[in-house]
């Protein structure tokens, strides 16, 4: 069996796991559930992060941002109000992903979103804090793993 070579390496190890039914998606149901179970986490949390954005940031917003200066929270709260509406938008296509009959439309919508949500994440990890890598990209890229080991079994 001739083996396709990939340029990065991390997705070359993946494609020999697959190849290999290393990790057999078909034999193993659980890999659907987990991936749907973790895109709506990701989905939850973009809600939470929409209502804290839109309706909570000069109160509760106050408590988990604790590092913004609290001066500053009033005369910035029509921006976070737009942030939290991005948020929305992202959530809503990560739901609107779960409800899509063709699965494979469904599977490219989820890792379309969960990429915007990954990207976010590490662009928010690298200019604002870490820990905004860990708290939105990582969710997202551990989901992302799930729906490209279902993706690749449609290939």
């Given at each position: 069996?001739?083996?396709?070579?990939?340029?990065?390496?991390?997705?070359?190890?993946?494609?020999?796991?697959?190849?290999?039914?290393f990790?057999?998606?078909?034999?193993?149901?659980?890999?659907?559930i987990?991936?749907?179970?973790?895109?709506?986490?990701?989905?939850?949390?973009?809600?939470?992060?929409?209502?804290?954005?839109?309706f909570?940031?000069?109160t509760?917003?106050?408590?988990?941002?604790?590092?913004?200066?609290?001066?500053?929270?009033?005369?910035?709260?029509?921006?976070?109000?737009?942030?939290?509406?991005?948020?929305?938008?992202?959530?809503?296509?990560?739901?609107?992903?779960?409800?899509?009959?063709?699965?494979?439309?469904?599977?490219?919508?989820?890792?379309?979103?969960?990429?915007?949500?990954?990207?976010?994440?590490?662009y928010?990890?690298?200019?604002?804090?870490?820990k905004?890598?860990?708290?939105?990209?990582?969710?997202?890229?551990?989901?992302?793993?799930f729906?490209?080991?279902?993706?690749?079994?449609?290939?």
């Amino acid at each position: 069996m001739e083996k396709k070579v990939c340029s990065n390496t991390g997705l070359f190890y993946l494609y020999l796991l697959l190849e290999n039914d290393f990790i057999p998606y078909k034999k193993n149901k659980m890999i659907p559930i987990l991936a749907k179970i973790l895109t709506a986490l990701v989905a939850l949390m973009h809600i939470y992060f929409l209502w804290l954005e839109m309706f909570a940031w000069t109160t509760r917003g106050k408590k988990v941002f604790r590092n913004f200066p609290s001066d500053l929270f009033e005369p910035t709260k029509s921006m976070a109000a737009n942030q939290g509406l991005y948020n929305g938008f992202l959530a809503a296509g990560l739901i609107w992903s779960m409800f899509i009959n063709d699965s494979l439309w469904a599977i490219n919508v989820a890792l379309f979103f969960l990429s915007c949500v990954a990207v976010a994440g590490i662009y928010g990890g690298i200019s604002v804090s870490k820990k905004i890598f860990f708290v939105q990209a990582v969710p997202a890229l551990i989901a992302m793993v799930f729906w490209l080991i279902i993706r690749f079994d449609f290939a």
